[in-house]
């Protein structure tokens, strides 16, 4: 099943660089790792924010849930998803 997610990350001020810098690098390894298992599909940036929209694909809601929750960015991100059916022009 296919789902477009949409997010937006506010990391806190608390944080500091050598911290954001880390996060950075793990958030692109696990991205990089789920891409390469086929449940990241495509990520697109929004120009002038920290917002992202990507096609994601799992077995489920609970799969793509265990996928979002295991990016190191997680407990900042703002996540809207939105469950894709095939039109009948696809099919």
Do not use: N
Not at 65 to 78: E, I, R
């Amino acid at each position: 099943m296919e789902f477009l997610v949409r997010f937006e990350t506010a990391l806190p001020d608390s944080l500091s660089e050598e911290q954001v810098a880390d996060l950075l690098v793990r958030e692109r390894a696990r991205a990089t790792e789920l891409r390469g298992s086929g449940v990241l599909k495509r990520l697109w940036r929004i120009p002038g924010r920290r917002g992202v929209v990507g096609l994601w694909e799992a077995a489920d809601a609970t799969e793509l849930h265990d996928a979002l929750s295991s990016l190191p960015q997680f407990p900042w991100m703002d996540v809207r998803i939105e469950p894709l059916a095939t039109h009948p022009q696809e099919q």
